[in-house]
């Protein structure tokens, strides 16, 4: 397989059943209808409904129907993306549409694999939530607050079937769980460019976010930390991270935020999906302050602050520690 010089941009969609992802799908696939797009669908049971919904024109449409990608779909995700890659004309994007069910986390950690992301990037995590249902799913299914903690843009669909308040408090609710996200109100799964291209220039917005109280959903719960002056040691983080996120995966869903270390004057940006971890330099503004949200399940600030602080270049661990 040639080294491609481009990757191929991955976008994620998730969501709870019936939530509108195939609408978000076809909309995505109409506004990138000038490049060559894949489809990766993920249905429970043998027939495909949604290989049939999703407007087929060009694009391929790969049927993933032996059971929900994150229990026994990993293999059969990774032949898949693999024969993509081999592929004499790659596709510029590949939409992986989870099923419902799917926990998105161990989608994600497939881009772990150095023969995976060699060739795909995972440009997007699109979280798509029922406007109508969302309350009720948040608290009868797990899965649902943790297709939420991973998602870069939330789509809160269905808006015109809820009162105008209501919206606004789902709203809220939502970046209470996943204070990393953008959220957009919008109806049969209308998705524009500049909503997907949210993602990092959005963080800064993380600094108005107080953490006056641990906010809880289903157990799910963002934790906000403020290292000051922190300077972490580079190989030690990396490697404390990558066994915590195999160790605590059911617990840590998702990492992101902005460190020092040791190598360098300028911040690194650390960002976990599931398994997948990556650390690395950002050019970050001036006066950008370092942060980390830790998104998860039943996470206690203490424990999760003497985790990192087993990361510190020097020992500052004391003035970390200590806070309930
Ligand atoms: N009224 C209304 N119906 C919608 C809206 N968005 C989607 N729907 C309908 O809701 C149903 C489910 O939408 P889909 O896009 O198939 O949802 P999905 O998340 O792909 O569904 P599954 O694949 O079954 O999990 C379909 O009948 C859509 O036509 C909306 O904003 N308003």
């Known amino acids: 397989m040639a080294m491609q010089e481009t990757k191929i941009n991955v976008i994620i969609l998730t969501g709870f059943l019936g939530a509108g992802k195939t609408s978000v799908l076809n909309n995505l696939l109409i506004l990138y209808s000038n490049q060559k797009n894949m489809v990766i669908e993920n249905e429970f049971g043998s027939e495909s409904v949604d290989g049939n919904l999703v407007k087929l024109k060009q694009e391929r449409v790969f049927e993933l129907n032996n059971g929900c990608i994150c229990c026994s779909l990993g293999e059969e995700l990774y032949a898949v993306?693999?024969?993509?890659?081999?592929?004499?004309?790659?596709?510029?994007?590949?939409?992986?549409?989870?099923?419902?069910?799917?926990?998105?986390?161990?989608?994600?950690?497939?881009?772990?694999?150095?023969?995976?992301?060699?060739?795909?990037?995972?440009?997007?995590?699109?979280?798509?939530?029922?406007?109508?249902?969302?309350?009720?799913?948040?608290?009868?299914?797990?899965?649902?607050g943790r297709q939420l903690a991973i998602a870069d843009l939330i789509l809160l669909n269905k808006e015109a079937m809820v009162a105008n308040g209501y919206t606004k408090s789902l709203e809220q609710k939502i970046k209470h769980i996943n204070p990393l996200s953008v959220v957009f109100p919008t109806n049969h799964g209308k998705v524009t460019k500049e909503m997907v291209a949210q993602n990092l220039t959005r963080d800064t917005q993380l600094f108005d976010y107080q953490e006056t109280h641990p906010h809880t959903h289903s157990d799910v719960k963002s934790i906000l930390l403020d290292f000051k002056d922190a300077v972490f040691d580079l190989g030690r983080l990396r490697s404390i991270l990558t066994v915590s996120l195999f160790l605590h995966y059911h617990q840590i869903y998702r990492i992101k935020g902005f460190v020092r270390v040791n190598e360098s004057k300028g911040l690194y940006l650390v960002q976990s999906v599931g398994q997948q971890l990556s650390i690395i330099p950002v050019e970050s503004k001036k006066d950008q302050k370092p942060f980390l949200v830790v998104i998860g399940k039943g996470l206690t600030r203490k424990g999760i602050m003497k985790l990192f602080s087993k990361g510190f270049d020097h020992g500052a661990m004391s003035r970390y520690i200590g806070e309930a």
Do not use: C, H, W
């Not at 497939?110 to 799913?137: C, M, N, Q, R, W």
């Open 81 to 144: 993306l693999r024969e993509i890659a081999e592929l004499s004309t790659p596709p510029d994007n590949v939409f992986i549409e989870a099923s419902g069910l799917a926990d998105p986390g161990a989608l994600a950690s497939v881009f772990i694999f150095e023969t995976i992301s060699e060739y795909f990037v995972v440009k997007s995590v699109i979280g798509v939530v029922d406007a109508v249902l969302f309350e009720d799913s948040l608290t009868q299914v797990p899965e649902a």
